[in-house]
């Protein structure tokens, strides 16, 4: 029971900054996370839920004192009744985890051990309530008979007895000697409170405090059924939390109950006097009779893989929101469960069910539940569904990436999510083919290539200019050239080179299904050189390079805004719809069709085959790089010097280019 506040009622608290009354209960820290549960409140439109924590905060939403007191007389019990709940979890956890090793007997020592167990619990008990008068237990009971009896002139006794602290019942029974009726308190546990005991603690505190409970309260007190409850056994409760049993009638059960109750009243009388400004402090605890269990090790789920994932790899933010929104249809389907307990039959019917969502939905409909997604695509069987493709590389690869880090850390030892995907069908299947000679004829005749500095808002300035020419030349990917700083424009030997982050091709299955969730954006030791082709020296880009540090810019394309960890997300859908207008409109054709375009032209000359999986960032290129020197910058070059598109005429791009 806690201490009453200046309004007469336990928990019950003013805050004046609100002009309100606050249901304010500080728990302790052994229940703390067990106490949940609704709390019921006619006057609020919604129950009150409690999750765990060390506070019950309720604003009883009123700033009438009587109002709140009626309130506080709903709202208490309720708290009261899942608090007790939350204890006898605990119990109930303790008895059921722990093995409780039977006594003969108890030294006195084992004694003064466990007294002074009970003197600290009373003292940090103490510790965690906030007011300066204290009340006894039975303030509780006799508020809820009070209550339930409808019998508001019984409000003046309650008063009185809330001023009635357990230290004086304690020592009451101290002084007349009843260890007995200590004893068989305490030995009450899985029992009713036997009518006689109850009278006992009254008449024991009648006497401590003359006048304290009225004749006609006592009476409502035994007679009331409600209160025919069993209570918490202090000697049980202190044996079991040292994992120990002591049986009944044991004579030494008899002297810890004494031993108790001296701690408890010397306890109490220190509580007294911290009310007067003494400043006792809490001493420790004194140490078990048998060491404490390890305490369990924390349930890792699936939510906590995830963020786990995303603190070992540091994806991109699109690659963190892609993994969230599916991993997030997983859970909802299985709900967070813990990582080991994920298994390949759910990893099965999660991917069947991802693969009957609709693959475009209205904005109104990707804020629904993925459970209300399905319905709506189901209403509508004529709208285009996921493709495998996405189903494998985001519903099953973000799975994958939260397994791949539980098995880092030890938490499972394989991943359900391998071998697990569609197989893909021809129209799954995502083909690329490379730019035509008439599709680069045209890409280099729009009036970006005709016109002097004609360009396109969504295509940034020169980076629709120069990146086109890039790819073409260097054979790099879109976000490769779209990261360029001014800074990746070096020199060695005499040559001009790109230094570029090697990054993983969108569009390409490269890597196996068991660490696709490995790549990164971009990585600091993945790099390659590439060498600048003397077709865009000719052109003027080391001139338009020099002049992006000239004008102090870091980026070599400023105008590049980026989305979700991507510099070019943006600047590809302006590619489209500019190459769908004045090129193709072939879904086989995008700006990675000049990377195509390259390697191609690469293969057909008959180039270096080792030099050109150099160049465009393939197996045994630059890998070899961070070791020592395996295809030099000028072999390179001397490679890629021969590279030529026959019947492509720029000579107009030269001549219209100018950059101020």
């Known amino acids: 029971m806690g201490r009453p506040t200046k309004t007469g009622y336990p928990f019950l608290v003013g805050r004046p900054d609100a002009g309100q009354y606050t249901y304010h209960r500080k728990l302790s820290a052994r229940v703390e996370q067990l106490v949940f549960g609704e709390v019921e409140m006619p006057w609020a439109a919604d129950a009150r839920v409690l999750a765990g924590g060390p506070v019950v905060k309720i604003s009883l939403k009123t700033g009438d004192l009587k109002t709140a007191r009626e309130r506080w007389a709903v709202v208490h019990p309720q708290v009261e009744a899942l608090v007790q709940l939350a204890y006898v979890r605990v119990g109930a956890a303790r008895t059921s985890a722990t093995k409780l090793r039977a006594l003969n007997g108890l030294t006195t020592e084992e004694i003064r051990r466990l007294a002074g167990q009970a003197r600290h619990d009373v003292l940090a008990a103490d510790d965690l309530t906030w007011d300066a008068s204290a009340t006894s237990p039975l303030a509780t009971v006799i508020g809820d008979v009070i209550e339930r009896t409808g019998r508001p002139a019984a409000r003046e006794d309650l008063e009185r007895a809330a001023q009635l602290s357990e230290a004086r019942l304690l020592t009451s029974l101290l002084q007349q000697r009843k260890a007995a009726v200590f004893d068989r308190r305490a030995n009450e546990s899985e029992r009713d409170v036997p009518p006689g005991l109850l009278a006992e603690l009254l008449a024991a505190g009648a006497k401590a405090q003359p006048g304290a409970l009225s004749k006609e309260l006592t009476a409502l007190l ?90 070992l790899f540091e994806p991109g933010q699109k690659q963190i929101d892609d993994n969230r929104l599916y991993v997030d249809r997983f859970i909802e389907m299985f709900g967070d469960l813990p990582a080991s307990e994920v298994t390949r039959p759910m990893i099965r019917e999660y991917r069947d069910t991802v693969a009957t969502c609709a693959r475009n939905m209205p904005r109104a409909v990707r804020a629904m539940t993925f459970k209300e997604q399905l319905a709506w695509s189901a209403d509508r069987p004529n709208e285009k569904k996921l493709s495998r493709r996405t189903v494998n590389r985001k519903g099953i690869g973000s799975m994958s990436a939260c397994m791949h880090a539980a098995i880092l850390d030890e938490i499972r030892a394989d991943n359900p999510c391998s071998k697990q995907d569609l197989p893909l069908r021809k129209s799954d299947k995502v083909v690329r083919l490379p730019y035509s000679l008439e599709d680069l004829i045209k890409i280099f005749g729009t009036r970006i290539y005709t016109e002097e500095q004609k360009r396109w808002v969504g295509g940034a300035g020169e980076a629709a200019f120069w990146m086109p020419l890039i790819a073409l030349f260097a054979g790099a990917r879109l976000e490769e050239i779209g990261q360029l700083l001014c800074s990746d424009i070096r020199i060695e030997e005499g040559i001009h080179f790109f230094d570029l982050m090697d990054l993983p091709d969108e569009d390409e299955d490269e890597h196996d299904d068991d660490d696709r969730h490995v790549k990164k954006l971009k990585t600091t030791d993945a790099r390659r050189r590439v060498p600048i082709h003397p077709q865009l020296v000719d052109l003027g880009f080391l001139d338009y390079a020099a002049a992006m540090r000239a004008h102090g810019k870091r980026s070599l394309f400023p105008n590049l805004k980026e989305y979700r960890g991507r510099m070019t997300h943006n600047w590809s859908k302006w590619w489209a719809r500019h190459t769908d207008l004045f090129v193709t409109a072939s879904p086989s054709k995008v700006f990675h069709s000049l990377r195509h375009k390259f390697v191609d032209r690469m293969r057909n000359q008959k180039l270096n085959r080792d030099v050109l999986k150099a160049i465009v960032g393939h197996s045994n290129g630059d890998t070899t790089d961070q070791y020592g020197e395996s295809i030099s910058v000028v072999s390179r070059y001397e490679e890629l010097v021969k590279l030529t598109y026959p019947g492509l005429d720029l000579s107009h791009v030269k001549a219209n280019y100018r950059y101020r």
Not at 239 to 244: E, F, I, M, S, Y
Not at 280 to 304: C, F, N, W
């Open 222 to 311: 035994l007679d009331d059924p409600i209160y025919a409850y069993p209570i918490p056994s202090d000697v049980d409760a202190l044996l079991a939390d040292n994992g120990v049993a002591l049986a009944r009638g044991n004579p030494d059960r008899t002297a810890l109950a004494l031993a108790t109750l001296r701690a408890k009243v010397d306890a109490f009388r220190v509580v007294e006097a911290r009310f007067n400004g003494d400043a006792t402090e809490t001493p420790e605890r004194p140490e078990r009779l048998t060491p404490p269990p390890a305490p369990p090790e924390p349930v890792k789920r699936i939510s906590d893989m995830r963020a786990r994932w995303v603190k």
